[in-house]
Structure formats: structure tokens, C-alpha cells
């Protein structure tokens, strides 16, 4: 049987530590198993999306924050039960996105394009959204999203 002295106590509680927050950091950025299909119809077609539902407050509080990498064609919906303002920020969030903020009609209100990591700004929607699409960085203007274009989902009004 080995004595551990105080410096020996001291580095296996922080391995420890650090195990534990490696561990959670982990499961915060795994992501959800059921992906639903979004479409956005713009002027140049439509652009069709692979996403993780964020309805719950658990959910929405860790969005897409720990994530590496995002494909293309994936993304985040958060949803909301009722139309209201939302703003976002990029607080441990490691990959710029854009932000598309729905409103309750199903179409885009606003895009924050290029959110950058780390933020801790509030981004405003700029008035009621009923739903937010996270993506990649850069998408919104590579495949034309643009305000006033139409959302397709669920939980917006067919149309």
C-alpha cells in the first residue's frame, strides 16, 4: 500500500477534476439523435437543412455551444411555444454561424451572418420569432437566404 502525500492528493482531485469537466464538456456537445428536415424557399431554390430540435430550456440554454464542426446541410431549430423577441450570443460557442430568426408567419425576419465564436453580445431578432435556425457560418449568403423568404417546418403556418 502506497502513502499519497498532499501534492500527490492534490494532482489525482485535479485529474480527477479535469476527467469530470472533460466528460461533461463531452456530453454537452453531443448531438441529438432525431433530426427533423427545414426548407428554406429563396430566390435561387430551396435550401434544405438536417437539424437538431432545441424546444426544451435545457436545450436552448446549450444550442450549439462545445460544438467542433457543423456540416453544411445541419444545423439547430430552436422552438418556441409562442412568438416573442429572442437574442442569441456565442458564449462557449467554438464555430461562427449564422443566426436566422423566423417569425410566426414562417418567414425570415433577420440573419445575424457570421456570429463569431466567443461573442458574449446579445443579438437581437428585431421584433416576435417563433422559431431560430442556427447553421454554419457563411451558409445564409452562399445559398441566398434572405429576409422575407419562406421557412418550412412544422411548427410554422403552411403557405
Do not use: C
Not at 431549430?77 to 416573442?84: M, N, R
Not at 433577420?110 to 420569432?129: C, D, L, T, W
Amino acid at each position: 500500500m502506497a502513502v499519497i502525500g498532499e501534492p500527490g492528493r492534490r494532482a489525482i482531485l485535479t485529474a480527477l477534476l479535469a476527467g469530470a469537466l472533460f466528460a461533461s464538456d463531452a456530453a454537452i456537445a453531443k448531438p441529438a439523435a432525431k433530426l427533423e428536415t427545414v426548407e428554406i424557399v429563396t430566390a435561387r431554390g430551396r435550401a434544405r437543412f438536417q437539424v437538431e430540435i432545441a424546444a426544451t430550456l435545457a436545450e436552448q440554454r446549450r444550442g450549439l455551444m462545445f460544438r467542433k464542426s457543423m456540416a453544411p446541410d445541419r444545423g439547430m431549430l430552436f422552438t418556441y411555444a409562442k412568438p416573442q423577441p429572442a437574442a442569441f450570443w456565442m458564449k462557449n460557442t467554438l464555430i461562427p454561424l449564422d443566426i436566422v430568426y423566423i417569425a410566426p408567419t414562417g418567414r425570415v425576419l433577420s440573419i445575424v451572418r457570421n456570429a463569431q465564436p466567443h461573442n458574449e453580445m446579445p443579438m437581437p431578432s428585431g421584433g416576435p420569432v417563433l422559431g431560430v435556425l442556427e447553421i454554419a457560418g457563411g451558409r445564409a449568403a452562399q445559398l441566398g437566404i434572405l429576409p422575407g423568404d419562406k421557412v418550412l417546418h412544422r411548427i410554422f403556418p403552411k403557405g
